[in-house]
């Protein structure tokens, strides 16, 4: 999925740029998430998957 940081800030009452502070604790979280820096076009784009599960033997 991909998420501007613009929207984002919108509707949880923070601007773009607190969007873009905070997302580097979901990126370092243990959420099995993935989360990449987009694209620059209009705003910050985020790109958000989630990682695949490692199963051990």
Known sequence: MYFKS???GQDI???ANE???NIGAIRDGEFGLA???WG???GI????????VSVAD
């Open 13 to 15: 009452g923070l601007s």
């Open 45 to 52: 784009t985020w790109k958000v998957t989630e990682e695949p």
């Open 40 to 42: 620059k076009s209009g």
């Open 35 to 37: 989360v990449e820096r």
């Open 6 to 8: 613009r929207i984002i």
């Open 19 to 21: 969007v873009g502070t």
